[in-house]
């Protein structure tokens, strides 16, 4: 028997998952105003230095500067984890978001990396094999969390330049 499934139905499965892996410059955050479009409502939480190519569009966001470090909205200042947990929020599932965007994943474990090695210095460590465990530990929850979302997921990574 010959049966096959269509792609209109995928919608009906649960939300859309996308990471997009591309260089510099080639329309990874610009992508964010096709989700807006296709979905409605979404939020951006952005650790790249700039939204410039979604100005025109009317998207809300959060810069994170940190890992876990400093917090606090009302001087506009966010951490990743901070975030996260103000996504957890009874204000923020009212708020009517059918999307998020992780605008990068890059930029996301860099500042975990900052983190882990500040924390090791702090203890007189240096990097090593248990660091790089947490690492794992935690950017593995981290991107398990975001997978599993009850919202439409859009994940940007930027791939390294080769000379």
């Known amino acids: 028997m010959f049966k096959t499934m269509s792609t209109k139905d995928i919608q009906k499965d649960g939300p859309a998952k996308v990471l997009l892996y591309a260089h510099h410059g ?3 955050t610009y992508q964010c105003r096709y989700f807006q479009k296709r979905y409605g ?9 700039g939204l410039k190519s979604v100005e025109d569009v009317d998207i ?7 890992w876990n470090g400093k917090h606090d909205p ?5 951490s990743f ?3 996260v947990k103000m996504l957890g929020s009874d204000e923020f599932k009212k708020a009517g978001y059918k999307w998020i965007a992780i ?6 474990s860099e500042r975990l990396v900052e983190q882990l090695e500040n924390e090791w210095k702090e203890k007189g460590k240096t990097a090593d094999f248990q ?3 947490e690492y794992n530990r935690l950017m593995l929850g981290s991107l398990k969390w975001i997978r599993d979302l009850p919202y439409h997921v859009y994940v940007s990574a930027l791939a390294k330049e080769e000379k």
Do not use: N, Q
């Not at 409502?41 to 230095?49: L, M, P």
């Not at 605008?103 to 996301?108: F, Y």
């Open 26 to 28: 080639w329309g990874k």
């Open 41 to 49: 409502k979404g939020i951006i939480i952005s650790g790249e230095a």
């Open 60 to 66: 809300d966001y959060l810069p994170f500067s940190s």
């Open 74 to 78: 009302e001087e506009g200042v966010f």
């Open 81 to 83: 984890r901070g975030i």
């Open 103 to 108: 605008d990068s994943l890059t930029e996301m």
């Open 131 to 133: 660091m790089w465990g």
